[in-house]
C-alpha cells in the first residue's frame, strides 16, 4: 500500500438489501464473510492508501472493521456511487478514488494499481474504468455490459447491445470489450457526477456510467491485467466459493510443506 497521507480511498459499497442475494456481503466464503475478502483484496493494492467500507448495516461494519477497513454507515443512497460519494465527499485527504464493487471477493490488486496508475498519467480524466476481452459466448447477454473507445482510450459508448456492430465479424471481435465495473474518480469528477440527475441513457440502458458520457465527461477505459468475478447469483456465489476454497487448500498445503 502507499505510504503517509491518503492520496487514495478505494471505498467499497456494501449494502444489506440484494434482490436476489439479500445480505451477500455477510456470505461465508472459505470461513470469512465475502466483505472481509473484498477489503483484503483492496488492502493488497501498492496504490492504495485505505480501505472504507460505505454501509447501511451495523454488521458489515463490523466486519469490515474487523478485516482492516474504516467503515463508514451511510443512509438509503440510491446508488453505489452515491453512497461513495458519502462516505468520502467530506474527507479532504484523497486524490483518486476508487469504488470497489462489494462483491467481487477474488478482485485482484493489480487492477486498482492499474486504473489508479492510468489516471496519474492522464490527469485531464475525471473518471476510468477497466475493461477485458469479450468472450464470445457473452457477446449476446444482456447482463454483460460491452464498451468501445476511441483512439486515446476513452469511452465512446457503453451498452448491453454487442458494440460495435459486427458486420464485420473478424473486425468487430478485435474491437469487443466486456466492462468491469470498477470506477477510479477526482474529486470534482465525483462531485459532479452525483450532482447530475440520471439521463435519457442512462435511464434507457440501466447503466449509470452513461451519465457522465451524456453530459460531457470523458471515461478512461483501460485494459485490465487480471480477469475478476462479480457475485451476482446464487450460482455466481457457489462458484467463487469453490475458487476461494481450493486457493486456500493449496496455500495451506503450501505452508505445511
Not at 451498452?159 to 466486456?178: D, G, H, K, N, Q
Request: proline share 7%.
Amino acid at each position: 500500500m502507499g505510504q503517509g497521507i491518503s492520496s487514495v480511498l478505494a471505498v467499497i459499497p456494501a449494502r444489506w438489501g440484494s434482490t436476489r442475494l439479500p445480505g451477500k456481503a455477510l456470505a461465508a466464503i472459505a470461513g470469512q464473510p465475502m466483505i472481509a475478502h473484498v477489503v483484503r483484496r483492496a488492502l493488497t493494492a501498492r496504490t492504495v492508501d485505505a480501505v472504507v467500507v460505505a454501509t447501511d448495516d451495523e454488521r458489515i461494519a463490523r466486519a469490515a472493521t474487523e478485516a482492516g477497513a474504516q467503515a463508514v454507515i451511510t443512509g438509503p443512497q440510491p446508488s453505489g456511487t452515491d453512497r461513495v460519494a458519502a462516505a468520502i465527499l467530506d474527507r479532504r485527504d484523497w486524490e483518486i478514488v476508487v469504488n470497489v464493487q462489494g462483491d467481487e471477493p477474488m478482485l485482484p490488486g493489480e487492477n486498482i494499481d492499474t486504473l489508479v496508475d492510468g489516471m496519474r498519467r492522464d490527469p485531464a480524466v475525471p473518471i476510468a474504468t477497466l475493461c477485458r476481452p469479450l468472450p464470445a459466448a457473452q457477446v449476446d447477454d444482456p447482463n454483460v455490459v460491452k464498451v468501445i473507445r476511441d483512439v486515446r482510450g476513452r469511452a465512446l459508448y457503453f451498452s448491453r447491445a454487442v458494440i460495435p456492430y459486427p458486420r464485420s465479424r473478424e473486425t468487430a471481435e478485435r474491437l469487443w470489450r466486456l466492462h468491469l465495473g470498477i470506477y477510479g474518480y477526482r474529486r470534482g469528477g465525483l462531485e459532479r457526477f452525483v450532482s447530475l440527475g440520471p439521463s435519457p441513457l442512462e435511464v434507457a440502458e440501466a447503466l449509470e456510467q452513461l451519465r457522465a458520457l451524456e453530459n460531457g465527461m470523458p471515461i478512461l477505459v483501460l485494459d485490465a491485467p487480471r480477469e475478476s468475478w462479480g457475485v451476482d447469483t446464487p450460482e455466481d456465489l457457489e462458484r467463487v466459493r469453490t475458487l476461494l476454497e481450493k486457493q486456500e487448500s493449496t496455500l495451506k498445503g503450501n505452508v505445511g510443506t
